[in-house]
């Protein structure tokens, strides 16, 4: 396969994501089968070989975290993906591989839970994403594409994210995502100007030994590290957020979703507009860092806020945290691999309209 | 006069963490002045485990990775992958390797991953204080097996070696103890002998050292050397058990 820039390909979320990897540099990839993400894993299988790099079909999720994290230690470009229940597997390795701020993608196209769950879209796994997910005071930059196209240009994004900051970084994306096809272009180049990965286990040939570990076992060492790593969290939080503004200026109602079911509330606004309703969306890019000056802002001028998940509430949590009593946060959402159709949404809309309507009936 | 002794380079002059008549010590040494006789420390990798010999890297002059507990295979496939043509090997111990972590080590020597690997076997969790290892020996007495293991509650010891040399991907691998000058002198050429596999591209090599825990044992050194010799050699028989020089031979 060949890829010229700004030649367009018809993918599939999976196979556009797999890609992107390669055209940013990726060369170590390590998988384990697990349903709706196989085409990221066999693309890769087809790919790696292609451009010198490494594949390996491993033994257990487990192993293949921990071979990313070697293969991060050694200063190289590398990734796993899996879906929910293999991505609970990889917890302790992330946990891990923050501990010792170690740079890798992990793409989690997430399905129904929980347990074996089913494999239909999902996004039930949001408070293990953005909430640390392993053991230990750490985050991972999480980042949700909502098309084919951005999950290709989140991919470059978060090789770059994560030797930038030596952190793990994870692409939320989920069954929907990964299965569907469209047009994509591969137009994003590396980053140039990222510093030269000085403590990569290399073998100490003219320099001090290097060693990567998390383990600080004299007492108040931990304390310190852990607070350098609050540090880069919090510049993290400072310079990364990212998302979408639609529509929020004159808005009654502001939708707040991500990736898939901010497609969907795509349709939802322009229903809306045709009813005369007078709806906006604010769609986060970035789950952590989590927009939630941008949802405060829009919380000072608005009747409400309607938070849409395909889970039963979790990004809802941090909404409300943002909003912090400005004004009411709603939720709509379905779980278990259920798809929330646009009209159900704007059904929930408009009874959000009318019980404003009654309240202030009695109230004047 | 001249010199015939002495301190390995890549050995760090400092005191260990490792308790009076632990058999870490001689093995940490070994492998110092295996990579100073061979001339590769400056590109060796080596991994550190969960256990006693977590904080090797304070002991060893050159790169170092810790991982998780039974991940060091993996993690040092990882690393290989990277570097090809660096020297890449695990220490572990017994629960790392033979329990938590039996799936990377069986996967990894079936990939002929081309790595070395240091296994360190006391028969106990010595670092979590003396719980039944699963190379514990029947009838072998620590905390969680206060009556001795029984092999009807508790399972039978894991012949590690056994279990690797019948794996295609497996180039070198040998059991071995500290117990005695000759047997330390035996261990070197055995961890030579796996790190050349390697130098030489040729695949997967695991030394086994049968290693003692005085303080889990509740024995004294001198009875714990006696105890490997007279008693775990009985389970753990000695000898190489897969070598590329003579495929043959097993």
Avoid at chain 1, 258 to 274: F, M, N, P
Avoid at chain 1, 337 to 349: A, F, M, Q
Avoid at chain 2, 24 to 53: F, Q
Wanted: include cysteine; hydrophobic fraction near 35%; aromatic fraction near 8%.
């Amino acid at each position: 396969m060949s890829i010229n820039k700004n030649q367009k390909f018809l993918l599939t979320g999976n196979e556009a994501s797999a890609e992107a990897a390669i055209q940013a540099g990726c060369r170590f990839y390590y998988g384990y089968p697990i349903t709706p993400q196989n085409e990221i894993m066999t693309h890769m299988a087809l790919r790696m070989p292609e451009v010198g790099g490494t594949f390996i079909q491993v033994e257990s999720e487990l192993a293949a975290i921990y071979m990313v994290y070697g293969s991060a230690a050694a200063g190289g470009r590398t990734m796993t993906s899996s879906s929910s229940p293999g991505i609970s597997l990889k917890q302790e390795g992330i946990s891990y591989l923050a501990g010792s701020e170690l740079p890798c993608v992990i793409i989690n196209m997430q399905r129904g839970g929980p347990g074996l769950g089913d494999i239909s879209p999902a996004q039930s796994d949001y408070f293990q994403a953005v909430k640390g997910g392993g053991h230990g005071d750490y985050h991972t930059i999480v980042l949700a594409p909502s098309s084919v196209q951005e999950a290709a240009d989140l991919v470059f994004d978060a090789f770059d994210l994560a030797d930038c900051y030596r952190n793990p970084v994870m692409i939320l994306g989920d069954a929907q995502l990964g299965q569907m096809m469209e047009p994509v272009v591969f137009c994003k180049k590396q980053k140039t100007d990222l510093s030269a990965k000085t403590w990569a286990l290399t073998g100490a040939r003219g320099r001090k030994r290097n060693i990567i570990k998390s383990f600080y076992p004299v007492k108040g060492e931990l304390e310190v590290f852990n607070i350098k790593l609050q540090k880069k969290y919090h510049e993290i939080e400072a310079e990364e957020v990212r998302y979408e503004e639609i529509d929020t200026r004159n808005a009654d109602i502001v939708i707040v979703a991500y990736g898939t079911s901010a497609r969907i509330c795509r349709e939802v606004l322009k229903d809306a507009k045709k009813q005369s309703l007078k709806i906006g969306m604010i769609r986060p890019i970035t789950l952590w860092p989590f927009p939630s000056h941008c949802i405060a802002r829009v919380a000072e001028r608005v009747q409400s806020i309607l938070t849409v998940e395909m889970s039963a509430g979790q990004m809802v949590e941090d909404v409300r945290l943002a909003v912090n009593g400005k004004c009411p946060v709603h939720f709509y959402g379905r779980t278990g691999g259920g798809i929330p159709s646009p009209k159900e949404i704007l059904h929930k809309i408009n009874e959000l309209i009318q019980v404003k309507e009654k309240v202030t009936c009695v109230t004047s | 006069m001249e010199l015939t002794y002495s301190k390995p380079k890549t050995l760090i002059d400092t005191p260990t963490h490792y308790c009076p008549g632990c058999g870490h010590g001689i093995v940490h040494r070994l492998i110092a002045e295996i990579i100073d006789d061979l001339d590769i420390r400056e590109k060796t990798i080596g991994l550190a485990p969960v256990g006693c010999a977590v904080l090797a890297y304070n002991y060893l002059d050159i790169d170092m990775c810790e991982a998780a507990h039974g991940r060091p295979p993996a993690v040092a496939t990882g690393i290989k992958r990277v570097h090809p043509d660096n020297i890449v090997f695990s220490y572990q111990g017994d629960g790392d390797l033979a329990a938590i972590g039996t799936a990377e080590i069986i996967h990894t020597a079936n990939r002929g991953e081309n790595i070395t690997v240091i296994f360190v076997n006391n028969a106990v969790y010595g670092m979590t204080n003396g719980q039944m290892a699963p190379t514990t020996l029947l009838n072998q007495r620590t905390l969680t097996t206060p009556k001795g293991r029984n092999e009807k509650i508790d399972g039978y010891p894991l012949r590690m070696c056994e279990i690797l040399s019948i794996i295609d991907g497996s180039r070198f691998i040998a059991r071995t103890s500290i117990t005695s000058p000759a047997n330390i002198k035996k261990t070197k050429q055995l961890i030579q002998k796996g790190f050349q596999t390697q130098i030489e591209k040729r695949g997967f090599s695991l030394i086994e050292v049968l290693s003692t825990c005085p303080v889990y044992w509740h024995m004294t050194p001198c009875e714990s050397m006696k105890y490997i010799d007279e008693q775990m050699t009985k389970t753990f028989p000695l000898g190489v058990f897969k070598d590329w020089e003579n495929e043959n031979q097993f």
